[in-house]
C-alpha cells in the first residue's frame, strides 16, 4: 500500500452494512480473489439506480466512507475481496465489525475508526463538492481533508509495516527468520512455561 492515497471516496451514509450486502451469498461459490468487484454490493445496485457503487464518477474512487458497524453479519473473507477487486484500498467508519476489520487488514484494505461527527462531516462536504478528495497518509496516520483539517486514527504497527510493506502473515514471520534463529539458538534447551502447573 502507498504511504499516501489521495482518493475521491465512494460515500454510502448507512449504518450496519453487513457483509451480505457487501457480496450476497449466490456470488460465494470462487475461492478466487479476482471478478467479485463486479458483484460488490449487487443486491443494492440492483435495486437503486443511484446508488453509488452505479455511478461513473465513482468508479475510480479508492475510499469508501460508511457509519456505524460496517462489515457486521457473516465472516465471509470475499466481502474483503470484492471490495478490494473493485478498487477499494481504504474504508472510514466510526465502527467496523470484528472479524471484518481483522479481513481488511489481512488483505490489504486499510479500516480507519473516525469519530462519528466528522464521518457525517464528510458525507455533507461531499455533497456539496464536486471530486471531493481526502488524503490519507498511512505513515503518520492522518486523514487530511480538502479545507486542510486533518484527523488522527489508531494504527498497530505490526499491521501498519505489513500494509506499507504489503506482505501478510506468513510473509512477516519469513522475513524474520534470521532473529527467531538467533532466538532459538541462544535459548537452546530452556524452558519457557511453568511445569509445576502440570
Known amino acids: 500500500m502507498q504511504k499516501i492515497i489521495k482518493s475521491k471516496i465512494v460515500p454510502l451514509p448507512r449504518a450496519n452494512i453487513d457483509t451480505d450486502l457487501i457480496i450476497p451469498a449466490n456470488f460465494l461459490t470462487t475461492t478466487s480473489k479476482q471478478g467479485l468487484g463486479a458483484h460488490v454490493f449487487a443486491r443494492l ?110 494504527m498497530d504497527p505490526y499491521h501498519k509495516e505489513c500494509l506499507l510493506k504489503e506482505i501478510g502473515d506468513l510473509d512477516y514471520l519469513l522475513s524474520q527468520a534470521k532473529q527467531i534463529e538467533n532466538f532459538n539458538k541462544r535459548h537452546a534447551g530452556k524452558i519457557f512455561f511453568d511445569t509445576t502447573i502440570l
Not at 465502527?95 to 464528510?122: C, M, Q, R, T
Open 45 to 154: 445496485r440492483m435495486m437503486e439506480e443511484n446508488f453509488p457503487f452505479n455511478l461513473k464518477k465513482y468508479r475510480d474512487a479508492k475510499v469508501l466512507v460508511v457509519k456505524k458497524n460496517f462489515g457486521c453479519g457473516s465472516s465471509r473473507e470475499h466481502a474483503v475481496w470484492a471490495l478490494k477487486d473493485w478498487g477499494i484500498e481504504v474504508v472510514i467508519a466510526s465502527s467496523f465489525a470484528d472479524i471484518f476489520f481483522g479481513n481488511a487488514l489481512k488483505n490489504g484494505i486499510l479500516p480507519i475508526v473516525l469519530e462519528d461527527e466528522i464521518v457525517e462531516e464528510i458525507f455533507v462536504k461531499e455533497k456539496k463538492s464536486e471530486g471531493y478528495e481526502l488524503e490519507i497518509d498511512l505513515l503518520r496516520q492522518v486523514v487530511k481533508m480538502p479545507d486542510g483539517l486533518t484527523s488522527g486514527f489508531a
